[in-house]
Structure formats: structure tokens, C-alpha cells
């Protein structure tokens, strides 16, 4: 008989119930006994012993939503950046003091195991994160959701720098496996390729046939996503590829033992590497391969694995939305269409009109070269029948826009899904927002910056298909498990309300007059900064002073981001300091710390990442700056080290070009734990800068539209350094070889394109940029007033949430509602 998940013996939940289990886990599980377990070996114990205790939650949960049929989401993104998962788990099943009692009586440091943890390789920055605070938001909420995605064997790649410049090494978080992760082999999903398409007439009506050339394997991988102290565990289900016929024992035994596994190499590339290298025609067409293997697998799945036998596709967009995280799922749409159509005979206008309900799409970028494309030559290849249903979709669409503005061709052609030159190719954004229910933006300014600029024409002939959802981020990550000592000092102020109703900070702000509560809090900060140098040192080996102003930049790395206008800034300081302008004792001490990885093909930001440590190594060694101005560079910036790194800052530097980011995260993240922001009017930095209140947050540069009046007045940048000294006295530095050994070449591209073309303004912005920074020093020098500045951060920034933005969701596009789940 077939056990339900309420016949299922859930542990104990206790220090001594804990033990035992840990232990029988040990012993049974791993086959180790406590003498002779390695402190891996500990870890995956731990892991699997809590894992258990939300094992019964999830299968509640799964059981619940087939009794109930609530409308669900499914949320298809080519990344996850989950972060370490064991803190979550305890923090959800609220086992954190029962386990460290427990482990502690066996003579083990919780700690110790924790850090033996790798991290998940499954995303690369802020898309891959805002995947993962959604899911969990969306768990704590008690909405039903499915995650889809693409279980990477080495994700983004393991950043390192040899003579400071970035190698790539392979990120082999699998390497021992994974204990929160349940294969299931026996469901793996069959995904074709190539070939082509038959048309035949069947009782008087065209009917269309694809048939693939080749096929591969989708084997899913579950990852349960609980939520906070609710009983509600949702899923995460990432796809690994395998071939359909792995091995070929004839060709094997005939001495060709390569060519016997090709085939399951070739499949097995498909999810081998997240974003593999593009510039090359292979790399493209495997980047194409990963978006429709995940997208067509995550559909069928649901289709035949999650709705209940017999139910009635007409009614699909009652059961589930599709929510398409930027554009590389957004095959999908021509996936449906191919399956109401071809594997289910529906005719074209039923499988249009459903599928026009069942998808959302969220762009995230204003950046024109980020809205992919996809050559009609490419796509025909290898999705011939997707091909042919985005020429129909097109030519419909088309023929509508005609009739709406019958004297504007221009018009029609610019909302053509086929863009005719350089080369004929499908506009994904475009596909997506004629196809989705709704279209979103991820902050005001890029919301209204999509409609008015990105997406012009289409929010003008549509309207009511765009909307804003302003991004948030999870406070149980990013402050309750990331910041234990803030965590504290809040929850002994207003309660743990907080941790699930984030608005509930603003009980916060009368204390910021409170001169013992500011005292407590930069006592926190210190204790932070202490508890981030000790993990420097031991992780990258770099020095850096508790006592400094700790000045944060960490992002992916990209031009618009403008890493280079914070070196320029401490070149600058470094350069006056030499010339004897300013004295190394007038320099407030700072250490400047990035973390940034550069995509392998981006020559610029690469050539950025060797200037920065560059620089790093020249300043940091020389005596002239009496040891007061400091660059740190940690590689391999991920989760981990974000959860120690954000708590710990003082300044957040957000600092790109008006009108280029979309939203941002590390803004909120930095600010809601007692950060204060340097930064443009961008993105949702607006917002930030709107709800903290513009005397706590530093405000420069230009605005979006100056930005767009000195682009279009011709944009030059040899200007601004021909009429300020500081400026051209740093870049002269960077060109003279100062920083490369004396030779001019090694940073000459980086000079030569700021100097000439400066796509992001950054000579524009960098004289109203060092004059922010002085108000910086200013406002440091006083720390009660900059604690009272970050407490008012912390308690205004509640709004994001990303449960706020999960709100915000359901309420303008998803229309789903909560189920909570029966304790047991």
C-alpha cells in the first residue's frame, strides 16, 4: 500500500531526536561511523537529516495541490542562483539551535559544516538571485509555484586571476555530489532537434508532422523550496540532458571507444556549462539548444506529469501562468502552439487565443544588444516547425497592426517579429510581448523607459499589456540568515514579524534618534567588518582594516555598470596624493572592494579586471598612501560570500548610466542591512533614493534624460578630459604604464575607449562623481550621524521585499491565490 505523506513518521524535533537521526544518517546513510566520519562526510549527514525533517512537508505539499488544483506558477528561467542551501533549510524548519545543540554534543562546530557546502553553479547575477528570492517568497506566501530550469554540471565557471587577470576554471560544484537535489531518471523527457516538417490533410484539414533528426534525454532534478515556518514546501525542477542512446556497444567493441559515447557527449553538452561562450556559430547554437531543451521539457512535463488525467486544456490558464524570466524561455510560446496544434488538432485561433493567456514575460534589460535574437537560418535548422508557427504568429500580428495604422508601413515593419537586417532573424522580446498576457518592467524608470523607448510602438498599440513590478529581494536570506547580529538587534525592537512582513521595519525609524539603539547598531557593523576580514584572510589571503570605511562594488562586470569610474576615482586619489595636491592623511582610510565576474568573451570588462588589480597591487603596496587607501578583489564572487561581504559594508556603490540598468538588486540588499547608497538616478535606485530620503543617500550624475540630450548633441569625451585636470592627470597615469611595469600597451584599450568613444559617459559623470564622494567623507567623519543615516535605510527599505514584489505579481499578472498547506 502506497504511504500519504501524513503516514510518513516525521523526526523529532528536538536535541535529542536530532541526534539520533543524525547519527543513524551517519552510520546507514553515509556507512561511516562518528570515529572514522571526515567532516564531509559529517556534512552530507547533516544535510540529509534535514533534508528529512521538509521531506514530509513537500510531499504534503505535492499531495494538497492535486486534492486542490489551485492555480499555480511556473517560473521558467535560465538560471537559479540558489546560494547555499543548508542555512535555508534550518532556518525554514526552524531547527538552527536544536541542530547546533545537538552537533555540539557530539563535539562538532555547525559552522565547520556548513562551510563545507558547495555552492550551487546555477546562475550568474542578478537574474539567476531574483529567480531564487522569487521561489522562496513565493514558498512563504503559500502560493503553489514550479521553478524550471537547467541543472548545470559546471555552472557560470569558477573565477580566478593569475597576474590579476581573470582565468576561468571549470565550477565543479557536483563534484561530491548533492544532497538536496532528487533525480528521477525514470521521468526524463524526450527533446528533438532538427529534421523537418510534413504537412498532410487529415478529414479535410492540414495537419503538420515535425520530425526531429535527433533527439535528447531531459532527466529532472527536484529541489524542494520551502518556505518560512508555513508547512508549505514548493519545487524547483532543473533539467540535465542525456542522450537517448548513450552508448553504442558495437562500435565499441569494433576498437572506436570515442565514437561509441558521441552521442552522449553531444547530449550532454546541452547542460554541461551555463551561458557557454557565444561568440563562435557553436556557441550559438548550443545557447539555442539549452533555452528550447529546458522550455519544451518544463512544458511537457507539466502537461502530462502535473495536471490531473482528463483534465481540459481549454481551461490551462485557469491551473498555471507561465512566467517567462527574460527572453530565453520565451521558445516556449511556439513550443504550446506546436502541441494544441500538431499533438492535440486544435485549430489555430483556439491555440492562439490560450496561449496568448498562459504566458508573462519580464524584461530585464533597456540594453538593446541584451534582447536576443535568434537567425531565422539557425532556428529554421534546428526548430523548423517553431519556425513556421512564429512566421504565422508574425504574419497574423502584422496584418493587424496594418489595419490599426493603415498609412504607417515604417510602423508595421518595426513590429515585425522577423528583423530583416543585418540578417533575418526572430526578435524574442517582441515574440514574447505579442504572446504574453502582460509585459513588465522591473523598476519605475525601466518600466517606463520600456514603454516609451524599448518597446514604444508596442505600448502604444497595446497598452494594457504593460505594467511594473519593482524587484525585491528575501529578507530571510539577505538579513535573517546573512546578518544574524542585525537579525537580532531587530527582532528584540519590534519582534520576528518582520522576517515574513517586511514594512514592519519602518517600527524602526523612532530609533534612529535613539542615541544607546545607534550605539548597539554600529557595534553590529563593527563586529560584521571583523567577522569579514577573518574570511579574507583565510579565503583570498587580503588584508583589510576593520577600522577603514568598507566601499562596496559588486556586480557582474559590464561597461554600463562603470567599475571604471570607481577606479578612476581612487586613481585619482592615488595620483593627487603623489603629486602632492592632497595629503595621505586628508584621505579618509577606505578599502574599495570589488567583486566582479567578466562573461570569457567581453575583451573590455576582462581588460577592466586586470586594471583594477592593477591598481590594487600598485596602491596597496605603496608607502606614500600610509596603508589608507586599500583595493580588495575576492574572485569568484557568489552567494557566500555576498551573505558576508553585504553585511559588513558601509557604502554601496551603484553607480551606472542613467536610463541602463533595469532595476538592480544589490541596492536593496545593501541597504536593508544599514548600507548607505552613492549612486545615479537608475534603476531602482530611484525608488531606494525616493523611500530612505535624499539626506541619507548620495546623489550624482546625470539623469536619463540629459543622458539622452548629450548623446544626441554628439557625445565627446575628450572634452571633459581636456577640461579637468584630475581627470586627465589619472588617465595619463593608467596610459603612462604606471600601473603595467612601465608598458603603455598592456591598458591602452581601456584609455583609448574612454577617450573616444565612452559608451557610458563615465568622464561625463566623474567630476559630479568625486564631488559625491567628498560629501561621503564628510558625512563618515561623523559616525553617529552616518549610523542614524543607516538605521533610517534599514527602516524605510522594507518595500524591497521580494514578497512585496511576489504581491505585486499576483495581483497584476498572475491572479493566482494562496493555498495554505493542512499541518500534518
Request: charged residues 20%; hydrophobic residues 40%.
Given at each position: 500500500m502506497t504511504q500519504t505523506a501524513d503516514q510518513i513518521t516525521t523526526p523529532q524535533h528536538s536535541v535529542e531526536g536530532f541526534v539520533q537521526d543524525f547519527l543513524r544518517e551517519l552510520q546507514f546513510g553515509q556507512g561511516m561511523s562518528m570515529s572514522r566520519a571526515s567532516t564531509n562526510d559529517q556534512y552530507l549527514a547533516l544535510a540529509r537529516t534535514v533534508r528529512t525533517h521538509l521531506m514530509s512537508r513537500w510531499l504534503r505539499t505535492l499531495d494538497h495541490q492535486r486534492d486542490v488544483q489551485a492555480k499555480s506558477v511556473a517560473y521558467l528561467s535560465a538560471e537559479f542562483l540558489l546560494g547555499r542551501q543548508l542555512g535555508n533549510a534550518l532556518l525554514a524548519t526552524d531547527l538552527e539551535e536544536i541542530v547546533e545543540e545537538g552537533l555540539a554534543s557530539l563535539g562538532i562546530d555547525l559552522q565547520r559544516l556548513r562551510s563545507m557546502e558547495k555552492e550551487p553553479g546555477l546562475g550568474n547575477g542578478g537574474l539567476g538571485r531574483l529567480a531564487a528570492c522569487f521561489i522562496d517568497s513565493l514558498a512563504t506566501m503559500n502560493i503553489p509555484c514550479i521553478g524550471y530550469g537547467i541543472r548545470y554540471e559546471y555552472g557560470i565557471f569558477r573565477q580566478t586571476f593569475v597576474d590579476g587577470w581573470q582565468v576561468e576554471k571549470p565550477d565543479a560544484w557536483l563534484a561530491q555530489g548533492s544532497p538536496w537535489e532528487f533525480p528521477h531518471p525514470e521521468a526524463a523527457v524526450t527533446i528533438g532537434f532538427g529534421g523537418r516538417t510534413e504537412a498532410s490533410t487529415v478529414d479535410g484539414r492540414l495537419v503538420t508532422r515535425w520530425i526531429p533528426d535527433w533527439q535528447v534525454q531531459a532527466v529532472p532534478y527536484n529541489y524542494m523550496v520551502p518556505g518560512y515556518h508555513n508547512g508549505r514546501v514548493n519545487t524547483l525542477r532543473l533539467?540535465?540532458?542525456?542522450?537517448?542512446?548513450?552508448?553504442?556497444?558495437?562500435?565499441?567493441?569494433?576498437?572506436?571507444?570515442?565514437?561509441?559515447?558521441?552521442?552522449?557527449?553531444?547530449?550532454?553538452?546541452?547542460?554541461?556549462?551555463?551561458?557557454?561562450?557565444?561568440?563562435?556559430?557553436?556557441g550559438k547554437e548550443l545557447r539555442l539548444q539549452q533555452q528550447y531543451f529546458f522550455a519544451a521539457a518544463s512544458l511537457k512535463d507539466f502537461l502530462d506529469n502535473v495536471l490531473p488525467e482528463g483534465f481540459d486544456l481549454h481551461r490551462l490558464d485557469e491551473r498555471i501562468v507561465f512566467q517567462l524570466n527574460d527572453t530565453h524561455p520565451v521558445i516556449a510560446i511556439p513550443e504550446l502552439m506546436r502541441i494544441l496544434l500538431d499533438e492535440k488538432g486544435w485549430d489555430w485561433d483556439e491555440a492562439w487565443a490560450l496561449t496568448q493567456r498562459c504566458f508573462a514575460y519580464t524584461c530585464h534589460t533597456l540594453l538593446p544588444e541584451a534582447l536576443e535574437v535568434w537567425s531565422v537560418e539557425l532556428l529554421g535548422r534546428l526548430l523548423p516547425r517553431h519556425l513556421e508557427i512564429i512566421y504565422r504568429i508574425n504574419e497574423d500580428f502584422l496584418a493587424e497592426v496594418h489595419t490599426a495604422y493603415p498609412d504607417d508601413e515604417l510602423r508595421v515593419r518595426r513590429m515585425s517579429i522577423i528583423a530583416e537586417h543585418p540578417e533575418r532573424a526572430v526578435r524574442m522580446a517582441y515574440l514574447a510581448t505579442v504572446a504574453g498576457t502582460k509585459v513588465n518592467g522591473v523598476a519605475e524608470l525601466h518600466s517606463q523607459l520600456l514603454r516609451d523607448k524599448v518597446l514604444q510602438d508596442f505600448s502604444e498599440y497595446m497598452p494594457e499589456k504593460f505594467t511594473n513590478v519593482t524587484n525585491g529581494v528575501t529578507p530571510r536570506r539577505f538579513v535573517r540568515l546573512a546578518n544574524p547580529r542585525l537579525s537580532s538587534l531587530i527582532t528584540e525592537a519590534i519582534g520576528d514579524g518582520w522576517v515574513t512582513d517586511l514594512d514592519r521595519l519602518r517600527e524602526l525609524e523612532p530609533l534612529a534618534e535613539d542615541a544607546e539603539f545607534r550605539r548597539r547598531f554600529r557595534e553590529v557593523k563593527a563586529a560584521n567588518k571583523t567577522r569579514l576580514v577573518d574570511l579574507l584572510k583565510v579565503r583570498d589571503g587580503i588584508e583589510v582594516s576593520p577600522d577603514s570605511m568598507l566601499d562596496v562594488m559588486v556586480k557582474r562586470l559590464h561597461e554600463y555598470k562603470r567599475q571604471t569610474l570607481k577606479l578612476l576615482h581612487v586613481v585619482s586619489l592615488y595620483d593627487q596624493v603623489r603629486r602632492g595636491d592632497l595629503a595621505a592623511s586628508d584621505i579618509t582610510p577606505r578599502t574599495v572592494t570589488f567583486g566582479a565576474k567578466a562573461a570569457p568573451g567581453y575583451k573590455m570588462a576582462k581588460q577592466t579586471i586586470g586594471l583594477i588589480n592593477a591598481v590594487g597591487r600598485t596602491i596597496n603596496a605603496d608607502p606614500v598612501l600610509e596603508g589608507r587607501l586599500r583595493i580588495a578583489f575576492p574572485a569568484n564572487y557568489n552567494v557566500t560570500l555576498a551573505e558576508r561581504l553585504i553585511p559588513a559594508a558601509d557604502l554601496s556603490e551603484q553607480i551606472s548610466l542613467a536610463g541602463k540598468e533595469a532595476s538592480g538588486t544589490g541596492n536593496m540588499k545593501f541597504a536593508l542591512n544599514g548600507a548607505l547608497t552613492i549612486g545615479t538616478d537608475d534603476g531602482a535606485n530611484v525608488e531606494l533614493r525616493q523611500l530612505v530620503g535624499d539626506e541619507n543617500f548620495f546623489l550624482f550624475g546625470l539623469t536619463e534624460p540629459e543622458v539622452a540630450e548629450i548623446v544626441e548633441k554628439g557625445y565627446r569625451p575628450t572634452s571633459f578630459y581636456e577640461s579637468n585636470a584630475t581627470l586627465r592627470h589619472a588617465l595619463d597615469l593608467i596610459a603612462s604604464g604606471a600601473f603595467s611595469d612601465g608598458d603603455r600597451r598592456t591598458f591602452e584599450p581601456i584609455v583609448s575607449n574612454l577617450l573616444y568613444e565612452d559608451r557610458f559617459l563615465v568622464l561625463a559623470d566623474f567630476q559630479a562623481y568625486l564631488d559625491a564622494q567628498l560629501v561621503v567623507e564628510r558625512a563618515y567623519a561623523d559616525p553617529d550621524a552616518w549610523a542614524r543615516s543607516a538605521v533610517l535605510n534599514v527602516a524605510r527599505s522594507g518595500f524591497f521585499s521580494s514578497d512585496r514584489s511576489m504581491r505585486d505579481y499576483l495581483d497584476r499578472i498572475w491572479h493566482a491565490e494562496a493555498a495554505p498547506v493542512p499541518t500534518a
Open positions: 533539467w540535465s540532458a542525456a542522450a537517448t542512446e548513450s552508448f553504442d556497444l558495437s562500435i565499441f567493441n569494433a576498437g572506436d571507444y570515442s565514437a561509441a559515447v558521441r552521442a552522449q557527449t553531444a547530449a550532454e553538452n546541452i547542460s554541461k556549462v551555463l551561458y557557454p561562450e557565444d561568440s563562435t556559430p557553436q
